[in-house]
């Protein structure tokens, strides 16, 4: 069966079934988004009058119920024994009723969620089968689309000119170049939208390949300090894996810099923190907060620091302060956005390696003081 031929079977099964989807995809277009739940209550009414009116609605009772109504009956009578008979019978009637009519009203909207059926709702479908509402959703928004339109266009492509009068001609080129440039379009569109997607494709593969690298140098680094603190030369210099940075120690009511690795050495040597400033800096900000947590100060444009409070040793405090350029994606993605791996982590492992390079200071220094104590014995 050559492409033709296929093209015709189609041609011929979407003349069979135009009349019985267009229908259907009509109802559905005109009832979308109207409120089902009303016509649900309402609807059965017409039916239940018409029970009435020839006297249907005694059939259509289960007799099977009636002991059981029986005995509400007994029961109502004995709240209510101090009422007139008929009243009490009335009441029971109504409530038979009233009962009667929410089993109706569920049948009802079963029917509403029915395909095909008389009391068919868009809306009630969708409420009660979203999975079957789902397969017809499409349809509905394109609000343009008819299989009869479909069919209309697949003649305009296969049935050949009946005559050949230069009006037929130019009617049937026009109808063909009329699907083909549209088709065109479709696939031009489409084109795009895959042009698009590539492109994000890419963008995320080069983050994640810049994020692998990020964390393979850092482990890189990290091993080649333990190796360091294994031979007993790991100093404040090897800490600067991740940016330079300057480290200021909490005394009484000052910041007084310890250490700094790698800047350009203009932060201040002393921080009088009683002193209000104009703009304060981020160890600053760090040093009162007391907390774990970081904060960041813009010194000029195109600056970054992010400092952060750490618990040293014999209760003292410091304060690590991590200096870069905004143009700096792998100091942002350590420090910053978490993208890579939680900030908070980065700042523990500084931690950890501030203390065991504290520790080492405190021992030296016991040990100075105790080789000065036996020279002045």
């Known amino acids: ?143 343009h689309f008819t299989f009869n339109g479909l069919y209309d266009a697949f003649n305009t492509l296969l049935v050949p000119i009946k005559d050949g009068s230069i009006e037929s001609v130019l009617q049937y080129s026009i109808g063909r170049e009329e699907v083909l440039e549209e088709t065109i379009q479709e696939l031009r569109d489409r084109i795009e939208e895959l042009e698009r997607s590539v492109d994000g494709l890419a963008e995320d593969i080069d983050n994640s390949e810049n994020s692998i690298s990020y964390l393979v140098n850092l482990l890189k680094a990290v091993n080649t300090n333990i190796y360091r603190l294994t031979n007993g030369i790991l100093d404040f210099d090897d800490l600067r894996f991740v940016s330079p940075f300057t480290i200021y120690a909490v005394k009484e009511n000052k910041l007084t810099k310890i250490h700094d690795v790698g800047t350009s050495g203009g932060s201040v040597s002393e921080i009088d923190l009683s002193v ?69 982590q980065i700042r523990r492992l500084i931690h950890a390696f501030c203390l065991i390079l504290h520790k080492n200071m405190i021992s030296k220094k016991e040990a100075t003081q105790d080789a000065a104590a036996e020279q002045a014995n």
């Not at 907060?289 to 405090?317: C, T």
């Open 1 to 143: 069966m050559d492409q033709s031929d296929i093209m015709r079977n189609y041609h011929s099964y979407i003349d069979e079934i135009k009349g019985t989807f267009d229908p259907i995809i009509k109802k559905m277009r005109e009832q979308k988004n109207e409120k089902w739940v009303s016509i649900a209550w309402k609807g059965p009414i017409k039916q239940v009058l018409g029970y009435f009116k020839h006297a249907k609605i005694v059939s259509a009772i289960k007799w099977s119920s009636l002991p059981l109504l029986g005995q509400a009956i007994v029961i109502l009578t004995g709240w209510y024994k101090h009422l007139p008979l008929w009243s009490i019978i009335l009441g029971s009637v109504v409530l038979l009723f009233v009962i009667y009519y929410f089993f109706y009203v569920k049948r009802y909207i079963d029917k509403m969620a029915t395909l095909g059926s008389p009391e068919f709702h868009v809306e009630a479908l969708k409420a009660r089968r979203p999975a079957e509402y789902a397969v017809w959703s499409t349809f509905i928004q394109k609000d």
């Open 276 to 344: 209000t400033q104009e703009f304060e800096y981020a160890a600053v900000s760090a040093a009162k907060e007391k907390s774990n947590d970081s904060f960041i100060s813009y010194p000029y444009p195109g600056r970054v620091v992010v400092a952060f409070s750490m618990k040293m040793l014999n209760n003292e405090r410091w304060v690590w302060c991590f200096h870069f350029d905004e143009s700096d994606k792998r100091a942002l993605s350590l420090v910053i956005s978490n993208d890579i791996i939680e900030s908070r």
